[in-house]
């Protein structure tokens, strides 16, 4: 299994600006993964973070918006930029290790634009 | 596009009933996962099915993968407030990528 950790856990932002939201994984792991949800709801795949090279985004998702990076095997970020109220969302980042593919979710960053 | 259709979306039931939540697609996944998501947290595996036909049991909770590997089902025995959350399930497809399900909202109670 894997723990991971984000930060911030939460944060409110005004319209315009940006924020990077960090994901740290207590073990290297192969695939590292970022989805938006709404409360209450399924998750949105935003896009797979490539180790070393661009992220892979989803149909709805661009690179301008939501630029990310993996340095390594257990760091992740993704950034929201230029923020509007429609972004307002819980962020999950997760990752998956290699024998089972199985999938461990970090608490989640709730971001609230005004 | 592949799609995880889950039902029902909403279900409020009483401690001790019996739920089933049922996961379907028309496209085949080489595994399923379910999960469970509380308030606040991130979603907590509870189980992965990977044979078709497989069924596997987490104390009350039983988990079948369907014969063709486009479906599966979660059975709780006697609920319990603390199963109370939002229940999903999510398909494993060969673009290593997970397809999430709609979502179940499971409320239990005492």
Partial sequence: SAVISQKPSRDICQRGTSLTIQCQVDSQVTMMFWYRQQPGQSLTLIATAN???????????????????????????????????????????????????????????????? | TQLLEQSPQFLSIQEGENLTVYCNSSSVFSSLQWYRQEPGEGPVLLVTVVTGGEVKKLKRLTFQFGDARKDSSLHITAAQPGDTGLYLCAGFSGTYKYIFGTGTRLKVLA
Wanted: net charge negative; glycine share 8%; hydrophobic share 25%.
């Fill in chain 1, 51 to 114: 180790q070393g090279s661009e992220a892979t985004y989803e149909s709805g998702f661009v690179i301008d918006k939501f630029p990310i990076s993996r340095p390594n095997l257990t760091f992740s970020t993704l950034t929201v930029s230029n923020m509007s109220p429609e972004d307002s969302s819980i962020y999950l980042c997760s990752g998956t290790t290699s024998s089972s593919y199985e999938q461990y979710f970090g608490p989640g960053t709730r971001l609230t634009v005004t």
